[in-house]
Each structure stands twice: as structure tokens, then as C-alpha cells.
């Protein structure tokens, strides 16, 4: 089997993590028998600053043609805040409508999670996150802006459609991974009374398909408060775009940091895109420190997606034994070794 694999190293530190997570691609195809072939596109702060580029509409044809895409980073303190991340990040999202963020938060070590008396066993969950509606869409404006009587307004739209289809994906996802069989909807049906009314309704209509399958509902302060205190009481996680952009944040400290956190953002019929979640972090570009866990994490979530399986349980594996043997802290500047050596160590784990 031959993958076309897209590839937008980014701006900061993404080419650098990036050039690790290939590092392993190479090694891991050559292990399992398949082949990629793969295109590097330079979207981000450069090429905008040359050209005036973002994103042109012939390189989204272009993307079209991949089975999925594999992406470092976008931001630049250059480069005005929203221009890249609209135009690139979220355009990918809406334009190959990747309506899925899945975000696993699995602690490979427990000293490097920052709860009390936690162990490895009781951060295990995945969240999934609605990615193409809510208040992402854009939908709202300005009346008398940059007057003392300006009003801002921002609109949050949750279409039957969308709602249903990431929820059958979070029960799916929790027969799948065959582990608590839970599926907890994060919500705010107390206040936000319509949007939370339709994402109930729907949770609970399509449970019924899912009888294997428990349901529990909590609001998302419960849930943050919940992440902190008990951790393992989550298996699936599903909830509205602003929601899940906040509480996988959480996620990400309590499985040890930005590091080892990872995100795909999934069209199950069409091209799905794959990512470290960290940003860009400017102040450490070039110096050969930044942790590539998470772009070899996330590498790992593509090669599940393209159906090699066992070698992405393989990446995981050698991930989690370097994490485990090998990293003093999850860190930048702090592991014990440079950004290309612990790509190294993941290629020896193999």
C-alpha cells in the first residue's frame, strides 16, 4: 500500500519536530512494508511574509489528492494573530470538513503528571471535540465599533447534523477502544439552554443505538473540576468546539504537558489531518531543544487512521518506552537530550 501524505512543517519549531516525526515515518514504513510518498508545503509566516500568501486555493485542490495531512505548527509573533491560525488551520478544518478533533490524554509516566497520587492507569481517556460549528464559524460582528456604545457580537451554531455525527463518532470510538465503554457529553445545559438542549437530546436519541455503552452527562466546570480529582472516572468525552478546545488543554498538563500531546482532525470519509498541539513556541526555534513526542504522537494517530495499525501501536509503544527509560522531564531544554535525539530513540526503540 502507498499513502500520499501532505506534509506543512509550519512555522517556530514545527520543522523541527516535524523532521523527527518523518525520521520515524521512514523507519516505521520500512518495518511493516509500506510505502508514502510525501509533499512539503511551505504555508506559514514566511511565505505570507513574502508573498502575501496564506493559503491559496490551488494548493487546497492539491490537498484534495492526499490521504491525509501532517502538520507542525502555525504561528508567528510577526505575523498579526488570527491571520495564520484562520487561514490556515481553521480553512483546513471547514474546507475538508474535518468535523472531528480527537485528542487522546494518556500518561505514559507518572512523574510527569502533575496530580497527586495519580498513576498511569488513572489518565486514559479521549476527547472528542465538534470542529467545524460552534462559535468557530465566524458567525457574528461589530455595531459601532471603537465607540463607547460598541457591541460585539459572537454566534455559536450547532446544526442537528453536525452534533449527531461527532456524538455516533464519540459512541464508536468508545466501542472501539473497548476499555470503561463510557461516553460522557460536556455541556452547559443550565445556562446555555438551546445549543445544550439540541447536543442532549441528540446524546441520549443516539445512545439508544449504543445500549454497551454507558452515558453520563456533566457541565463543563464539573468536568475540569473532575479532570483534576479523578481523572479515571473518563473513558470518551464529547462536547462543542469551544468546550473541547478549553478542556483538552487540561488534558494536556495532566498527561505530563504539551510534549506529549497530540491531535487529529478527522473526516472519516475524506482527508484528515494530523498534529502536535503545542504551537508553534517561537523562543525555542533553532535550538534544537523542543520535545517531538507529540508530532511522533500524532504521527502515530495517522498511521491508525490509514489503517496501518499495528505499526501506529508500534510508534506508541516505542514513544512510551523512551518516555518511560530515557526523558528526565517532558520539557523543552529540560529531557536530558536534543530534539533529534530523542527522534533517534524512538527510530532504536523500533
Known amino acids: 500500500m502507498k499513502y500520499k501524505i501532505a506534509v506543512i512543517p509550519g512555522d517556530g519549531t514545527g520543522p523541527e519536530v516535524i523532521k523527527e516525526g518523518l525520521k520515524v515515518l521512514e523507519a516505521v514504513s520500512q518495518k511493516f512494508n509500506f510505502s508514502y510518498e510525501k509533499v512539503i508545503y511551505d504555508l506559514g509566516a514566511e511565505r505570507f511574509l513574502k508573498t502575501g500568501e496564506v493559503l491559496p486555493e490551488s494548493v487546497l485542490k492539491e490537498l484534495a489528492g492526499f490521504n491525509a495531512i501532517y502538520l507542525g505548527a502555525i504561528g508567528d509573533p510577526r505575523v498579526k494573530p488570527g491571520i495564520l491560525e484562520k487561514g490556515i488551520l481553521l480553512k ?3 474546507h475538508f470538513d474535518q468535523y472531528v478533533n480527537l485528542r487522546p490524554v494518556i500518561l505514559y509516566d507518572a512523574r510527569f503528571c502533575p496530580l497527586k497520587d495519580k498513576k498511569e492507569e488513572d489518565v486514559d481517556f479521549v476527547v472528542i471535540r465538534e470542529n467545524t460549528e460552534g462559535l468557530y464559524c465566524g458567525a457574528g460582528g461589530f455595531f459601532k465599533k471603537d465607540t463607547p ?8 451554531i450547532n446544526t442537528y447534523k453536525g452534533v ?3 456524538v455516533r463518532f464519540a459512541f464508536e470510538y ?10 460522557t457529553l460536556c455541556g452547559k445545559t443550565n445556562v446555555l439552554t438551546y445549543a445544550f438542549d439540541l447536543w442532549e437530546r441528540v446524546f441520549y436519541k443516539v445512545g439508544r443505538d449504543y445500549p454497551d455503552i454507558e452515558k453520563d452527562y456533566a457541565h463543563v466546570d464539573a468536568i475540569c473540576m473532575w479532570m483534576v480529582k479523578n481523572p479515571e472516572w473518563f473513558d470518551v468525552i464529547v462536547t462543542d ?3 473541547g478546545d478549553i478542556i483538552t488543554d487540561l488534558g494536556a498538563i495532566i498527561q505530563g504537558g504539551l510534549g506529549i500531546a497530540c491531535g487529529a482532525n478527522i473526516n472519516p470519509e475524506g482527508v484528515s489531518m494530523f498534529e502536535p498541539i503545542g504551537g508553534s513556541a517561537p523562543k525555542y526555534t533553532g535550538k534544537n531543544v523542543i520535545n517531538p513526542l507529540a508530532a511522533i504522537c500524532a504521527l502515530s494517530l495517522m498511521l491508525d487512521f490509514l489503517g496501518e495499525k499495528e505499526a501506529s501501536l508500534q510508534v506508541e509503544e516505542a514513544v512510551k518506552r523512551v518516555v518511560r527509560e530515557k526523558l528526565k522531564s ?3 531544554g529540560k529531557m536530558g537530550y536534543t530534539t533529534q535525539e530523542v527522534g533517534d530513540l524512538v527510530v532504536k526503540m523500533l
Open 92 to 94: 483546513l478544518r471547514f
Open 164 to 166: 449527531e455525527r461527532v
Open 149 to 156: 456604545d460598541e457591541i460585539a457580537i459572537q454566534e455559536s
Open 330 to 332: 517532558l520539557s523543552a
Open 241 to 243: 468546539n469551544m468546550f
Open 174 to 183: 468508545a466501542r472501539k477502544r473497548n476499555k470503561k465503554k463510557k461516553v
